[in-house]
């Protein structure tokens, strides 16, 4: 039998877990305070290293358009916070540091957020989007993450055009839950972010040209059921490569997702079924056969 924690007796114990916890990270920044990064520069670095955008109002089940309106407003608040953010050699990133509680007083509206394994609506809803901009872009240079949750133990919605892999997403909350990268190297990075048409836009920059560029791929997709539950399963794989000779010189896992699935399994692709036989269905090339 599962026990319970202490944040999940009831709300009160859930809302004394919370304060303790931000307490604690609050410690940690004075304590660390002269390692984060806190310089901004106008002017973009000279060399673009990477470059993304997502779409913020995105088809998600049967979330209230509302609460995607409100998302946009909230990226549109926090997008400045972070924009043109220098990382110097030897600095954390840290996401919350940076952005600050979102408030209802700081003009945050509720936007769709994720607790404790469920969709839910908060104040400051959509910030997971704005980390996992920042998270595709991180993947793709030599910075170190330090600090990075997801909620990839769920698979919340049926994929509308996903252009990433699953699973390498990000989970975040105020501020016990951040999202931190630290500059091992002798360059300077630079974040830039802002919305432009509907999405949410980023680049990361640097003083400097890299010696190697980043590869993110995924392996092993495929869903499966097990009981009566449906999961999402993936490996997620990041590629070094030497810009100058084209070699790959590393690849090493970066995630591996076993994921129940919480949507309705008509949404589930068929040929991305492994065990189809389940469902009294065989494929065969790809084209759906019913078992007589």
Not at 42 to 58: A, F, T
Not at 154 to 178: A, E, K, V
Not at 205 to 214: P, V
Request: hydrophobic share 30%; with cysteine; proline share 3%.
């Amino acid at each position: 039998m599962h026990r319970r924690l202490f944040c999940e007796i009831s709300p009160l114990t859930y809302k004394i877990s919370v304060i303790k916890e931000t307490l604690k990270r609050k410690v940690l920044w004075f304590i660390h305070r002269n390692q984060y990064a806190k310089t901004f520069e106008s002017n973009p670095l000279p060399i673009k290293i990477y470059e993304h955008k997502s779409l913020i109002q995105r088809t998600l089940g049967n979330v209230d358009k509302k609460l995607q309106e409100n998302k946009e407003h909230n990226l549109k608040l926090s997008a400045p916070k972070v924009n043109k953010i220098l990382i110097k050699p030897g600095e954390t990133f840290s996401f919350w540091k940076l952005v600050g509680k979102c408030t209802k007083k700081k003009g945050y509206k509720e936007g769709l957020i994720i607790r404790l394994g469920h969709v839910d609506q908060g104040i400051g809803g959509g910030m997971c989007q704005f980390t996992n901009l920042i998270q595709w872009m991180i993947l793709h240079s030599p910075l170190t993450i330090t600090e990075h949750h997801h909620h990839n133990q769920i698979d919340l919605f049926p994929d509308y055009g996903r252009q990433i892999p699953f699973g390498t997403g990000t989970s975040i909350m105020y501020n016990y839950l951040d999202y931190q990268f630290v500059n091992d190297t002798s360059r300077t990075f630079q974040l830039i972010t802002y919305i432009n048409k509907g999405y949410l836009c980023g680049e990361l920059r640097c003083n400097k040209e890299l010696e190697y560029s980043y590869h993110i791929i995924e392996e092993n997709h495929y869903f499966n059921q097990e009981g009566d539950n449906y999961y999402r399963n993936n490996e997620v794989y990041r590629e070094v490569i030497d810009r100058y000779t084209g070699n790959i010189v590393q690849k090493h896992l970066i995630v591996k997702n076993h994921s129940r699935v919480l949507y309705d399994k008509k949404y589930i692709p068929l040929n991305q079924i492994k065990d189809v036989n389940n469902l009294g269905i065989k494929l065969r090339d790809g084209e759906r056969i019913v078992n007589k």
